[in-house]
């Protein structure tokens, strides 16, 4: 049984970067699909940033070149680099896991198989 744990959610400005990080436990997470998601105030969760096995990673348009996703397999932690953050980005993250080597672009919530518990991220104007 897998055991996520972000943390690293703050309230900031806008312009302004924060780090998230997922630590992992109970199960050795290196070789799934993880990614991090996004649930803002009154809408669905939206994936955002995948990273497979190789490390290779994709991003959806709307965070690409501002947010990087990497992973620290020796630590059982993923990580979500946010850069230049917007009024728009305020939700809570999760990080999740899928148990295949390869995320395919996959950023459909429903395909992931565990779950963090999520930590807010604030961005004020």
């Known amino acids: 049984q897998v055991e996520l744990v972000e943390s690293g959610g703050d309230s900031v400005q806008a312009g302004g970067s924060l780090r998230l990080s997922c630590v992992a436990s109970g199960y050795g997470y290196s070789g799934d699909c993880m990614a991090w998601f996004r649930q803002a105030p009154g809408k669905g969760r939206e994936g955002i940033a995948l990273i497979d096995t190789e490390g290779t990673t994709d991003y959806q348009d709307f965070v690409k070149g501002r947010f990087t996703i990497s992973k620290d397999n020796a630590k059982s932690t993923l990580y979500l680099q946010m850069d230049n953050l917007e009024p728009e980005d305020t939700a809570i993250y999760y990080c999740?896991?899928?148990?295949?080597?390869?995320?395919?672009?996959?950023?459909?919530?429903?395909?992931?198989?565990?779950w963090g518990q999520g930590t807010q991220v604030t961005v004020s104007s």
């Open positions: 999740a896991g899928m148990r295949r080597p390869k995320c395919n672009r996959n950023f459909w919530s429903g395909a992931y198989d565990y």
